[in-house]
């Protein structure tokens, strides 16, 4: 099967692209917004790697008209991109409600529909209110109510049209890169206790978002409420039982942390991981595992509560316990406590590290997830790949080729409920820690030009075909034409 050269995708499969607010909306002070951790980190120098900020970053809030002639092109049924939650509530809190920030979604909202792409809305995507992040941020056990309030803003203010919510984008990345490991921003560091404590309280976020949907306003809306976890793999670097188990702890502590408490039968945080945690804690003289508990209302609480299965991908990592030795990483810390060394073997690593292309891991992530978590409907929420830049993108064309074989056989073979697809990105944006400097977009946009001109790359071409024709052409390569917008 996995040999074909021409595969039609699934008639019912929906084909879109992703963006997220921070990463491309620029305006970072406009009328009453106010700075989000992101806008913070990125002006302290040395925090980002080519030393850029996201003040204007593609300037979307300005030219979002010109996103949707993009979306057009390429003909997709809908569109992902993430509200940013200051310049919806310049305060955090709900207290206040900013007109313009209101008026710039709907505009971009009604845009989108009255030229019939689907707006697919994340409400989360790491750009924190700073005065939220004042009071603790995500180590807060309040954050849950905080968010709960700010979610149902957006319902009451959007929900009459957005159908597919996702209330937050990758829990993994905002609690170990931001409160772990200093790599994101709050750049708190607080390894081995930090993000175990943001784990907890953004599942608990996320489960009062969704019975906000569910109780108040899913009958009248009628849409689903989902989240998005970064379901990279983690297996074994060889077939060795002790690397084989290594492998199955990380991904317990890649994925299961917070996929374990939404979708699992028992809830709460995984088994392997409540076990590595609390041994390290006791060696290491802590009274009470670092790893906070559920109680048992909030477990009950928090099962349940996702209509979908949001899942991200881009590569694989591979565990070995050959060689690993206590004093490697920091103590405590995450990696210290899956005892395991993580490498990409001998594949070959891209612009940056995690697009390293390895298709046969995305197979077996979903098939994980099926087997896992009794067969959820999934939403691929982000695939794609990075790189320095150029217009012909053959490598990208290539990643998307083979991801999107793979796919096809989890769907067609392994019987996975795949409903949507969507690549990462519809143009070059602010990418973190790494700013402006690495690529994920279709389109390239050109950062000295104050129009931000965006230009289709060989890649937009190729997906447009995809598009059009619903069939995956592992020969087609497309002749690059000169459109931009
Ligand atoms: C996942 C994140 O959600 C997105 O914001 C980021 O740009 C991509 N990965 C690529 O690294």
Redesign the pocket.
Known sequence: MASKVVRKLPDDLKLGV?T?AF?IEGAWSEADKSPSIWDNFCHIPGKIKDGTTADDACKSYNFYKRDIEMLKYLGVDFYRFSISWPRILPNGFADKISESGIEYYNKLIDELLSNKIEPVVTMY??DLPQNLQDLGGWTNPLMADWFEEYSRVLYKSFGDRIKTWITI??PK?IGLFGYGLKRFAPGINAHGIGEYIAAKNIVLAHAKAWHVYDKEFREKQKGVCGI?I?TDFREGATSSPADIDAGLDAIQFEVGLYAHPIFSDEGGFPDRVKRLVNKRSKEQGYPKSRLPEFTKDEIEFVKGTSDFYGF?H?STKFYTRVGFERGMYPEPSYDDDIGAIASYLDYEQGA?P??TVIPQGIRKALKWVKESYNNPPIMIT?N?Y?TLGGIEDYDRISYFKKYLNCILDAIEIDHCNVLSYTA??LMD?F??D?GLS?K?GLFQVDYEDDRRKRTARSSAMWYRNLLSTKTLNLDHVPVLEDISF
């Open positions: 992703a997220a990463q995507h790491w984008n990758e990345q998005t970064a991200n881009y940056i995690h697009v982000e794609g990075g990462w990105s944006n990418e973190w790494s690495i994920f």
